[in-house]
C-alpha cells in the first residue's frame, strides 16, 4: 500500500470530528510505519483524543491491517473557520463529543 494512500485514510478519520462547517487542519503529523502495509489490501484507522485544547485536539491513531498493527500516528489539528481560515474555538457539544473520543491510559 503506498505511504500517500494511508495518509489519506489518516487523514479521512479526522475530517469525521469537525464542528459543523468548521475544518481540522494538521498543525503537526507524526507518522511512524511499524510493518509492512501489503497492497491491495485494507486497513482499519483507530483514533482516540489525547488532549483538547482551546481550537486545538491531539489525537493518536493506529493502523491495522490483517490483525497486525503496521503504522501510527500522533497528529495536532487545529478547528479552524472554513470562512475566514481562523482558528475557530471549539464549542461545548464539540468539547463533550471528543471527551466521549479521549484515550485512557491504563
Same mark, same amino acid.
Given at each position: 500500500m503506498r505511504r500517500q494512500a494511508l495518509g489519506a485514510g489518516i487523514a479521512r478519520a479526522r475530517e469525521r470530528l469537525a464542528d459543523g462547517d468548521a475544518e481540522l487542519v494538521i498543525a503537526h503529523l507524526d507518522l511512524s510505519f511499524l510493518g509492512d502495509v501489503r497492497w491491495p489490501g485494507s486497513v482499519t484507522i483507530g483514533t482516540a483524543v489525547k488532549q483538547i485544547g482551546?481550537?486545538?485536539?491531539?489525537?493518536?491513531?493506529?493502523?491495522?491491517?490483517?490483525?497486525?498493527?503496521?503504522?501510527?500516528?500522533?497528529?495536532? +489539528?487545529?478547528?479552524?473557520? !472554513? &470562512?475566514? #481560515? =481562523? +482558528?475557530?474555538?471549539?464549542? !461545548? &457539544?464539540? #468539547? =463533550? +463529543?471528543?471527551?466521549?473520543?479521549?484515550?485512557?491510559?491504563p
Open positions: 482551546n481550537s486545538s485536539i491531539t489525537l493518536t491513531q493506529a493502523v491495522f491491517q490483517e490483525e497486525r498493527w503496521v503504522a501510527e500516528a500522533e497528529v495536532i +489539528a487545529v478547528q479552524i473557520d !472554513a &470562512a475566514t #481560515r =481562523r +482558528a475557530r474555538p471549539l464549542n !461545548a &457539544a464539540a #468539547r =463533550r +463529543a471528543l471527551d466521549a473520543l479521549r484515550f485512557a491510559d
